[in-house]
């Protein structure tokens, strides 16, 4: 059932809108998965601190095709339940009243929901470039480097992360209210104290570079980069000269840049 909260009615205009979201989708390529439930959260903060006022929108949605059994069993959203709800495009004009609001976007792993978010509503999301992007799956890489996972149930077991929400894992609005949770924890790490209370630095820092410790692609798949840096320089310098290195692993030329000692 979809649900709406507005309490944005007096903010000054010097407070910021961060607005979460999530979506349960038909399948793992956002390519061509279609959305089969939505969650908006559209937050107000004050620098870091978040002011209490929100905005919540959230429903099912019928896609085009047929939800595949193996995406059910992930969002437990089957076809029998968004049988009677609206195709994606009829909730157009619900999703608008908070895009037009946001300053930023969020979500976990925010470059997969975003591409699909594009693609299934080009006129809300478009706007919203790189520079306004909040991923906190990429944050979480950068400040918890060691930990085995980043996944956000990991990590929402991890740091007891999930005090005061209710509803299910891997539904779209318990999601939603999770990410928020992990982006106030991640606030309070010493990597984000000298952001000034600043978004736009908060983003800066999030797309800097990533150190990539191992290969995920090509022949040493799988193996050490530091380890392949020293064992096979000529496979190094032939990869750096990839044009498609920087473009499609900006991660991986950085690091590899680093270890190197190679100018840009």
């Not at 620098?47 to 059994?69: A, H, M, N, R, Y």
Request: net charge negative.
């Amino acid at each position: 059932m979809n649900k709406t909260l507005d309490l944005f009615s007096s903010i000054p205009s010097s407070d910021v809108r961060i607005l979460f979201l999530d979506t349960e989708t038909t399948g793992p390529d956002p390519s061509t998965a279609e959305v089969c439930e939505v969650a908006f959260l559209l937050a107000e903060y004050n620098g870091f601190t978040f002011t209490g006022k929100k905005q919540v929108f959230e429903t099912l949605v019928k896609p085009s095709v047929p939800i595949p059994p193996e995406a059910s069993a992930v969002n437990q959203i089957s076809n029998r339940m968004v049988a009677e709800y609206p195709a994606a495009e009829q909730f157009t004009a619900e999703i608008a009243k908070l895009t037009e609001k946001a300053d930023f976007i969020s979500a976990h792993n925010l470059p997969y929901d975003y591409m699909i978010l594009k693609r299934q509503y080009p006129s809300l999301f478009s706007r919203f470039n790189r520079k306004m992007h909040i991923d906190t799956l990429r944050l979480s890489r950068h400040i918890w480097q060691e930990i085995p996972s980043h996944a956000l149930q990991a990590l929402r077991y991890r740091f007891e992360l999930d005090h005061d929400i209710q509803g299910e894992a891997h539904r779209a609005l318990f999601d939603t209210e999770l990410v928020q949770s992990l982006l106030h924890f991640s606030l309070k790490s010493p990597i984000c104290s000298d952001l000034e209370n600043n978004w736009n630095l908060l983003v800066d820092r999030i797309h800097s570079p990533l150190e990539v410790k191992i290969f995920t692609f090509g022949k040493y798949r799988g193996n050490l980069v530091e380890d392949t840096v020293a064992s096979d320089p000529d496979y190094i310098r032939w990869l750096m000269k990839q044009k498609w290195l920087s473009e499609e692993h900006p991660d991986l030329y950085h690091t590899i840049l680093s270890k190197t000692g190679a100018k840009k």
